[in-house]
């Protein structure tokens, strides 16, 4: 039997949306009519915004919480490529570094969605973490090649 071919003709559907008329229905009686025909004013929420808070994060808080977060993070670059450097096998090395950016990005991404200036900047930190471990490990890396070069700008840059 081919399939292509169909053995019984189908026909378009089309629907029809002609249901005929509805009858309105009166409120049901079990439910009880506002006195005067006036519903009572409902009670506002309480704002989001707290007066005496800031709704934004003074630039020295900023600079602070993203310095703290960048120092950690170039001393977890430095270790990690340290390790990396000395160890034979490279897999383990490797496989840390891969789950340090993950945590770095969950990281950030978790604390993004707290409504406040402070989680902000915390999460900006986080998610720029992995630039200052990279920072961390390049100046490790800077360090380890100017033992062998014969020509370093301050110990640190080859030239």
């Known amino acids: 039997m081919d399939r292509d071919v169909l053995t019984e003709d189908t026909q378009e559907f089309t629907p029809t949306w002609d249901t005929g008329e509805l009858v309105a229905v009166d409120a049901a009686p ?3 009519s506002p006195a005067g ?3 009572p004013q ?3 929420a309480p704002p989001v915004v707290v ?3 800031y709704q934004h994060l003074k630039r020295w808080h900023f600079v602070l919480v993203v310095a703290s977060v960048w120092t950690l993070a170039a001393a977890a670059g430095w270790g990690l490529y340290h390790w990396w450097y000395h ?3 490279k897999t ?3 496989f840390v570094v891969l789950v340090f950016l993950i945590l770095c990005t969950v990281a950030g991404l ?3 969605m707290a409504n406040r200036s402070v989680a902000s900047a915390l999460a900006i930190a986080f998610t720029s973490a992995p630039l200052a471990a990279t920072a961390g490990a390049a100046v490790l890396h800077g360090l380890y090649f100017c033992e062998w070069a014969t020509r370093c700008f301050v110990g640190l840059i080859p030239y």
């Open 51 to 53: 007066p005496g808070n």
């Open 110 to 112: 978790l604390t993004a």
């Open 87 to 89: 160890s034979i096998d």
């Open 37 to 39: 025909g006036r519903y």
């Open 92 to 94: 383990a090395p490797v």
């Open 30 to 32: 079990s439910e009880p």
């Open 42 to 44: 409902p009670i506002p």
